[in-house]
């Protein structure tokens, strides 16, 4: 079957058109019912590709002496190069329809991709860092470049340059040669890339700027793309990321900055120019407060370990607490179990952490006794199918609620045989 005329090679600014039916095939089921996929003689929806989403719109058919709308939910290039309208009615063979394009979509990645053509080819120019690939979002669009650290002059430079050419309004070509004609422009370098295909190659050209080979949509000059903004950058495996904006999305984020900033600085009663310096009183102030409420806690601890240690007898040789906690965190429970058994030689604990239906056991030992609390503690979970463990003075793991009394009283009667073992040890 002949390929289909795509429009939008020659103009990406058609909106609507007429074709023919050549084929109709189910896509797929569900429950919204089944999904059909139609081929046309003649389109100008883009399918995805080359890092560019599908256009999307509505194809119109007469039925019964009325117009049907339907819409086209996506587009597709299978294998062989042919392109799919998917859609929620079958239509027959034959039909001639009309196809209108969702322009606000398709204007959009215009201008994202344009923008992009212009950004790879500043970034090449500029920091001799070339594009390896793009890709266009729904809110944002982003290049990798092969490029080690970039600093925030360099991304501010490269930014600039892109507006000056935006604004200089260049035009923006279409160009079709052939492959041989491509191949010489690959070979003297005015090209860096070409499809791995035979026959005419679509070459896109930036006036002064950039020649590039690609099927996609785009603007006619460069003052269309409107504005070009960086919004962040990262560094990923093949070099640097870029996220980037263009035209009507550059002026959302735009707006949508100044809304965020415009309320920090209410709350924070400062002018946005004092943002930064008030942020970071505040995150110092955080900071001093972290530090004196954890120097408080581990204060309170250590006062609250003497009062259990003060209250709990030894016993042949050992001081066992056991003890649980539904009002504490469990950094706090771990603190005081660590605070407690270096209050006071022979004790041991086993302090439970309650958080409704899980319960962190902690099993900590003064530095004279001689088990492993870890390997105790992994033992006797193992019994009862679970995990955890530590090292020797200090272990944890969690229980469900509904085991917890049975593995506590299972552990107190491991360690009291432990340290009874060893008493007797000791007297011989």
């Known amino acids: 079957m002949a390929d289909s005329e795509r429009l939008y090679y020659a103009d990406s600014f058609v909106t609507s058109f007429s074709g023919e039916v050549t084929d109709v095939r189910p896509a797929a089921e569900s429950t919204g019912g089944t999904t059909w996929k139609v081929r046309l003689n003649r389109s100008a929806f883009y399918p995805s590709s080359g890092g560019q989403p599908f256009d ?74 070339p594009t390896v690939s793009f890709h266009l979002g729904d809110a944002t669009s982003t290049i990798d470049v092969a490029s080690g650290p970039l600093t925030s002059e360099a991304i501010a430079r490269v930014e600039r340059v892109a507006n000056e050419i935006i604004f200089e309004d260049r035009p923006v070509a279409v160009r079709q040669v052939s492959r041989a004609e491509a191949e010489v422009m690959l070979a003297s370098g005015h090209v860096r890339k ?19 080979a690609c099927g996609g949509t785009h603007v006619r000059s460069t003052g269309q793309i409107g504005s070009l903004l960086v919004r962040r950058v990262e560094k990923v ?6 996220e980037f904006l263009c035209g009507s999305r550059a002026v959302r984020a735009a707006r949508a900055d100044v809304a965020i900033l415009a309320e920090a600085s209410a709350l924070l009663s400062v002018g946005a120019p004092e943002l930064p ?67 006071a030689d022979a004790t041991a604990v086993i302090f439970s952490a309650n958080y409704g239906d899980s319960v962190r056991i902690y099993v900590a030992r003064s530095p004279d006794l001689v088990f492993h609390c870890g390997q105790v ?22 229980v469900p609620a509904h085991q917890e009394q049975e593995l506590r009283s299972k552990l107190r009667e491991t360690i009291l045989g432990i340290c009874s073992r060893g008493s007797a040890d000791r007297a011989s």
């Open 277 to 343: 310096g008030a942020v970071s009183r505040l995150v110092a102030d955080e900071k001093a407060q972290s530090k004196e409420q954890q120097k408080l806690r581990e204060e309170l601890a250590t006062l609250q370990a003497a009062k259990l240690v003060s209250q709990a007898p030894v016993e042949n040789g050992l001081r066992l607490l056991v003890r649980e906690w539904k009002d504490r965190d469990r950094d706090s429970v771990k603190l005081l179990a660590s605070r407690t058994v270096a209050a």
């Open 377 to 398: 503690l992994r033992e006797t979970l193992a019994g009862f199918g679970l995990r955890g463990g530590g090292s020797p003075d200090l272990a944890q793991g969690d």
């Open 237 to 242: 495996s093949r070099g640097m990321r870029v």
């Open 194 to 212: 070409l499809p791995d295909r035979d026959g005419v190659i679509r070459l896109i050209e930036i006036a002064n700027c950039d020649l590039n």
């Open 56 to 129: 999307t719109g509505e194809l119109i058919a007469s039925a019964n002496g009325s117009d049907v709308n339907i819409p086209v939910v996506q587009v597709e290039e299978d294998d062989a190069g042919a392109v799919w309208h998917f859609i929620r009615e079958p239509l027959a063979p034959g039909a001639t329809v009309e196809g209108r394009i969702d322009w606000e979509r398709r204007f959009d990645h215009m201008q994202q991709h344009t923008g992009q053509h212009l950004l790879s080819a500043v970034f090449l120019s500029e920091l001799q860092a």
